[in-house]
């Protein structure tokens, strides 16, 4: 048949937001603030638009941007990137992963991917005739059994995905597993696609753990980072891709025939506000007190949380007000109480349901408020 994905459906994120709109409902599905975002930031933009930053940006991104990431993750990690030939400004998170997955994968591949799996990976493997392996993270968790991750590996193994801070659970990988996984792939020729959008979204003091901190990882790992989640902009879909020199080449021939370039007075406008360091070393913090204040608001209800230490993300069991599958359970939310979550089962392509539904607590504290409002008859 015509279809290269025959068994994918429109995303869970699209089909709950369309819920929450018909029905008027309160939307904690689909991960994005509804605050504004910085008006320094879309000062920038408006400025860099009328001093004329309107036509196509280099290929590879602004250099000045470009220059301002390097030194950022330097900064942060510890690594000298070459922002000439290891930064790619993309159009977004899910492209540098799209387009890393194009530059390595050939049909039969096989790449491991833990599950709940973002919803992206595994359609994009399929896309490129390879073939998703897939590894169960350890409810209730959600960490990663490395005794499994090295028996499944095979000769055909091409690459393996991680996602830290995680969605949709918000755990987070720690020292110990990127050390496993380095171990791992050591002296193979598998490659490492590290989802790390929300990097700068940790809580409780945990420090987010970037291939970019480790050298051997980083030699065969592409990184694909979002503004739109570190600026509070996710319509923006604007983001940038770190690897090697080598991998990068293969990667920009790639992307120079997809998207060629990115958003010009968006990618001057950043580059600036780079300066602003607050803005995303406080992200954290932030949004910190965002998860604190809708798990000390769904203490009246009887929901449970499970813990999260990164992310937009919570995860709460339901198993006290329902036996319901969590999909079933979602739409029920979503009809009857009027409060949009996602169920975590639609992250898997089993059937698995533990009752957990995930919400999303980048929102002002009126939303939450209402929100729960709205909850606590259940
Ligand atoms: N990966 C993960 C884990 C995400 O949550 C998101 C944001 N929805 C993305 C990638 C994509 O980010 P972007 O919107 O920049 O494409
Ligand atoms: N990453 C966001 C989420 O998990 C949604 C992005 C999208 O809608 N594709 O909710």
């Not at 309160?26 to 509804?34: A, S, V």
């Not at 001093?51 to 030194?71: F, I, K, T, V």
């Not at 809580?203 to 480790?214: A, I, M, N, Q």
């Not at 979002?226 to 923006?236: D, E, L, Q, V």
Request: proline fraction near 5%.
């Amino acid at each position: 048949g015509v279809s290269k994905l025959p068994n994918v459906g429109t995303t869970i994120f699209t089909v709950m937001s369309v819920l929450a709109n018909e029905h008027k409902a309160i939307n904690l599905g689909q991960g994005f603030p509804d605050f504004p975002m910085s008006e320094e930031l879309t000062g920038l933009v408006c400025a860099a638009m009328r001093d004329g930053y309107n036509q196509y940006a280099h290929m590879n991104g602004y250099m000045p941007l470009r220059e301002g990431l390097a030194a950022k993750i330097e900064e942060l990690y510890g690594t000298i990137v070459n922002p000439d030939t290891q930064i790619t400004v993309v159009p977004g998170g899910t492209y540098g992963l799209f387009t890393a997955m194009a530059t390595i994968l050939h049909p039969g591949d096989e790449v491991i991917v833990f599950e709940p799996a973002y919803d992206c990976y595994i359609p994009t493997i399929e896309i490129f005739g390879a073939k998703a392996v897939r590894i169960n993270l350890q409810f209730p968790h959600y960490s990663v059994n490395w005794e499994e991750v090295s028996q499944r590996i095979t000769e055909r193994t091409r690459a393996i995905i991680i996602n830290t801070p995680h969605n949709p659970t918000g755990s987070i990988l720690r020292a110990a597993d990127l050390q496993q996984l380095q171990t791992l792939v050591q002296d193979t020729g598998i490659y490492v696609i590290s989802d790390e959008v929300y990097e700068h979204i940790t809580f409780d003091g945990e420090r987010h753990e970037s291939v970019l901190r480790y050298p051997e990882l980083m030699e065969r790992a592409f990184v694909s980072f979002s503004f739109g989640k570190n600026y509070h902009c996710t319509g923006w879909k604007l983001g940038y891709s770190v690897a090697p020199p080598a991998l990068m080449k293969e990667f920009r021939k790639v992307h120079q025939f997809n998207c060629f370039s990115c958003d010009t007075p968006k990618q001057v406008a950043i580059a600036q506000y780079l300066n602003n360091k607050d803005a995303y070393l406080q992200l954290g913090s932030f949004l910190q007190a965002k998860r604190d204040y809708l798990q000390q608001l769904l203490t009246q209800t009887r929901f449970e949380p499970l813990p999260s230490k990164g992310s937009f993300f919570q995860l709460y069991s339901y198993k006290n007000i329902s036996d319901e599958t969590e999909a079933q359970f979602a739409q029920r939310l979503v009809k009857e109480h009027g409060v949009a979550v996602i169920p975590v089962s639609a992250f898997y392509q089993d059937d698995v349901n533990n009752g957990v539904v995930r919400f999303c607590f980048v929102k002002k504290e009126e939303t939450l408020e209402a929100a729960v409002q709205k909850l606590i008859h259940l």
